[in-house]
């Protein structure tokens, strides 16, 4: 009988999780960073390495270095001395090929794309289904380490229910992968310690893996774990000394064709803020920073009366989210979410352990009866539902944060957010600038845009212009721009060549009803629980009346297209 009913609480937690990763995967357009994945992932397969330079279109990472004014206007216009500076700079090696992230990502996307078709949904399946994995790897693991099916089971929830780390797993993007890959490098840590067979070969083997994942969580994973097993071999060391080494020696060479040394660039905020961001994003979206403490302390109470594996999963899972409070502001140059998001599957079992000690607590005894279900049933929902206990942290974030994008609720308000990104997707800009396009470019069409440039390289066969990188914006030698596409929301872009380039010719203003924001299936908290495209006015979509007939045919009309023909003069930036 109790088989039976962890089979089916089994059924109904999958069922659930399945509905909330797999639904609609394809509704919304990739994004700037999901489209940088797929474009390379295509690349990856046919030219065997993922490069940022296919000889029409070129990916950079996002930073606008702010070149002098002579040096920008032969930037902004040679494709030739734009690749070589961006090579220079470190955006990718001199052949091209691309080192700002690991490749794991583009051979998972690649691979779908390859099997699957080169679509939206191909894209994004795999991280999906690697999130999916992650939940029973994760209640599996627990159950076994900690022999308590309800303790994996309660984990394994408030996984699933944890909205942000859903709504990046569906993202054509490491973040999944990167989740994954944490855990199983904690998985195979506590075989080793537990003097399993190959188990440092395999321990070595999984680090190796979540490095080409991502090498941004496995620096701190993998310090966390080699201290954690120092301090227990104290003081015979040969065998930690042995595993560090043989990592050390698999990494090197990755380490340095990446080009990870001196990789830290410009930060965008100071130290201060960024540590206050990722304290917020933490507290907030990962787990109640007093809840955290509360782990903290109950392990402390117990730690004689628990058994070693159970009590070192709890430290290490600890210990990884206070040490990434302090390695997200050091090396990143911003505290965006995603930065500390693969840790949500060790912040749920946090959560989920110190529920049911709590619940024990509250009721004074071990045994676990009906009242003992439904106690920590509430907790549960409390927990995933009612922001109480992370508004209980002292507000330090007035200044960093727009407070009225999450207000004081009985509800948290980010599953509204989930219902209306999964269940009910309104179309997003790329998706609608895509199809604009479709109706009135022909083939190998010259488009000039701002921002969003990646996306257009993966849904069309267009010639791109533009980016934060401004690649071939004046470029002179081929035929004009074709269309504009330009969000003046996008302020992180250097404007000046994009004016110089519009004041040469007449344009047609198009009006389409396209949001101008700067992102389009944009993942990060802030911007979906603030997001408001009816406030937003529509970008500008203009056409090209100096540039001729396309050479590639005849471009079909547009239904009600009859816009009033203007120039765009220079205040329209």
């Known amino acids: 009988m109790y088989f039976r009913r962890e089979i089916a609480a089994l059924l109904l937690l999958f069922t659930v999780a399945g509905a909330l990763l797999f639904s609609n995967l394809g509704a919304k357009y990739l994004w700037q960073d999901e489209a940088a994945t797929a474009v390379l992932a295509d690349r990856l397969m046919k030219f065997g390495t993922p490069l940022a330079y296919d000889g029409v279109n070129l990916i950079t990472m996002d930073n606008f270095s702010g070149e002098d004014e002579g040096a920008s206007k032969q930037l902004y216009g040679d494709p030739a001395i734009a690749v070589q500076h961006y090579a220079d700079h470190g955006d990718y090696r001199r052949d091209t090929t691309w080192i700002g992230q690991p490749w794991g990502q583009f051979m998972v996307a690649g691979t779908s794309l390859r099997l699957f078709g080169h679509t939206t949904t191909a894209a994004r399946l795999p991280f999906a289904a690697i999130a999916f994995l992650t939940i029973g790897v994760l209640y599996g693991f627990v159950r076994t380490q900690f022999r308590d099916a309800v303790l994996g089971w309660t984990t394994a929830a408030i996984l699933s229910s944890n909205v942000f780390w859903v709504i990046h797993s569906r993202q054509c993007r490491y973040y999944a992968l990167s989740s994954l890959f944490v855990l199983l490098m904690v998985i195979a840590f506590i075989r080793w310690q537990q003097g399993r067979s190959w188990s440092k070969s395999l321990f070595v083997f999984t680090a190796l893996c979540a490095f080409h994942v991502d090498y941004g969580s496995f620096f701190p994973t993998i310090g966390t774990l080699l201290l954690v097993a120092t301090w227990a071999a104290w003081p015979r060391l040969r065998q930690v000394l ?27 905020a100071a130290w201060p803020d960024k540590f206050l961001l990722n304290l917020f994003h933490l507290n907030q979206f990962l787990i109640p920073v007093l809840l955290l403490l509360l782990a903290g302390v109950l392990l402390a109470t117990r730690w004689r009366r628990m058994d070693r594996m159970p009590r070192q999963i709890l430290f290490i899972s600890v210990a990884l989210l206070l040490a990434s409070l302090l390695w997200v502001p050091t090396v990143a140059p911003f505290a965006f979410y995603r930065y500390i998001v693969q840790l949500t599957p060790l912040a749920s079992l946090c959560s989920a352990w110190v529920l049911c000690q709590v619940t024990t607590l509250i009721l004074r005894r071990d045994s676990r009866g009906v009242l003992w279900y439904l106690i920590l049933g509430l907790l549960g929902v409390s927990l995933v539902a009612c922001p109480v206990l992370s508004n209980l942290l002292p507000g330090q974030f007035d200044r960093l944060i727009r407070r009225r994008a999450f207000p004081d609720l009985i509800l948290r308000p980010e599953w509204a957010v989930l219902y209306r990104e999964v269940f009910t997707p309104a179309p997003d800009p790329n998706r609608l600038t895509v199809e604009a396009l479709s109706r009135l470019a022909s083939s190998h069409e010259e488009v000039l845009i701002n921002y969003e440039d990646i996306p257009l390289m993966f849904y069309t066969d267009y010639r791109i212009r533009g980016g934060i990188a401004s690649f071939r914006v004046e470029d002179s030698a081929r035929k004009p721009p074709r269309f504009l596409i330009y969000r003046q929301s996008a302020s992180f872009v250097d404007a000046s060549a994009y004016i110089r380039e519009v004041g040469r010719y007449r344009w047609r203003r198009i009006p389409l009803d396209i949001p101008d924001v700067p992102w389009g299936n944009f993942p990060e908290p802030e911007f979906l629980l603030s997001s408001d495209t009816s406030a937003y006015p529509s970008l500008v979509f203009a056409e090209n009346l100096d540039a001729g007939p396309s050479s590639e045919g005849q471009r079909p009309q547009i239904p009600g297209a009859t816009g ?10």
């Open 242 to 268: 042995f595993v560090g080494l043989a990592i050390g020696a698999t990494i090197a060479p990755w380490v340095w064709y990446y080009r990870l040394i001196n990789r830290m660039g410009p930060s965008a």
């Open 564 to 573: 009033k023909e203007q120039q765009l003069q220079r205040q329209d930036f």
